[in-house]
């Protein structure tokens, strides 16, 4: 089979085409003809030598949707469509390639409204946000912040949080078009960091209240000036770190509103908080109340630019393989 391969983690340059066997069905798994493929941040981190715990060769893509070819015959039987993240493309091959042998308790029915390259596109960041809001008690009537619309972790958060009854589901960005593109696609609560502050933009649509729920998947500055927008007994949630892994702090943004932070490790978490989230997300979309956002598609034998596309073009949306 056909797989796009990570042959060492220096760069975009060591992505290869390779043939490789197809795998086994074991215990526990389901042969999966992959029809799709997400293309995350987390990929590049990998490629690019900065994850802890992967190990070269490796083929890249931990989340994906497909056609189960030989099932387990009751829950996903041959023929199902499904989705599915997991270890994969991080600690195990993963889904840049033409099959894959999936753990069932990682996999995900595609509901009949939603599309493979749509799909392909769901499990990681829908999963993450759905755990995180959950983790941070989030309910009907709180405010929820969650910088860079466009973004993976942006988007799912926002959607989530407003089809759940939030009272304010809010973003960002630091670009105006992307501000304007984001007004366009429904998102009306967007800060543009161009023009104010993002804590001041947050109390300016709270009417000073601040945030109860922060999702942040960026890091850097942006973690910093989030703290700064926290509602009393706010929470903030760290789970990414495209922007930097470093920032710095004011310890009074924590301590006068009697704050909180946390990190979030999707890989960490129990299988039961896994699968209560898929069923809030497929409910979701079987509503229409949540939908996922597909910027651009790229064939499997061009990874590497869909890679380059994702962390440097910036896309509004998800950047998905088509296999």
């Known amino acids: 089979m056909r797989a796009m391969r990570a042959e060492r983690f220096n760069g975009y340059k060591e992505l290869k085409l390779v043939d490789l066997p197809k795998p ?9 003809r992959i029809t799709a493929a997400g293309v995350t941040p987390l990929d590049h981190t990998i490629l690019s030598g900065q994850f802890h715990g992967s190990k070269a060769p490796l083929v890249l893509g931990n989340e994906g949707a497909g056609v189960v070819e030989k099932g387990d015959g009751t829950e996903f039987p041959a023929g199902s469509r499904v989705m599915f993240f997991g270890a994969y493309g991080a600690f195990e091959n993963g889904t840049y390639s033409e099959w894959l042998a999936v753990r069932k308790e990682d996999l995900c029915l595609i509901p009949d409204n939603v599309e493979d390259v749509n ?3 769901i499990p990681v960041a829908y999963l993450t946000a759905q755990v995180a809001l959950t983790l941070a008690g989030f309910r009907a009537g709180k405010t929820v912040l969650a910088p860079a619309i466009g973004g993976s972790i942006g988007n799912a958060v926002t959607q989530l949080a407003r089809a759940q009854g939030a009272n304010h589901a809010i973003s960002s960005t630091t670009n105006h078009a992307k501000a304007e593109q984001a007004k366009t696609l429904g ?33 850097g500055e942006v973690l910093s000036e989030a703290l700064g927008a926290l509602a009393v007994e706010g929470s903030l949630t760290t789970l990414g770190y495209s922007a930097s892994r470093k920032t710095t702090i004011d310890v009074t943004n924590l301590i006068v509103p009697q704050a909180s932070i946390r990190g979030l490790n999707m890989f960490a978490q129990p299988k039961a908080a896994v699968a209560e989230a ?13 939908k996922p956002i597909v910027a651009k598609t790229f064939p499997l034998t061009e990874a590497a ?17 088509t296999i």
């Open 24 to 32: 086994a069905v074991t215990d526990g798994k389901v042969l999966v």
């Open 119 to 121: 799909a392909a596109g």
């Open 187 to 219: 998102f009306n609560e967007v800060i543009d960091t161009s023009l104010e502050k993002l804590g001041d933009g947050v109390r300016r649509i709270t009417g000073g209240d601040g945030a109860d729920i922060v999702v942040d998947g960026i890091g």
């Open 278 to 290: 898929w069923k809030v997300i497929v409910s979701l979309l079987k509503s229409g109340a949540i």
């Open 305 to 321: 630019a869909a890679l380059l596309y994702l962390v440097e073009g910036r896309p509004f949306g998800r950047v998905v393989l």
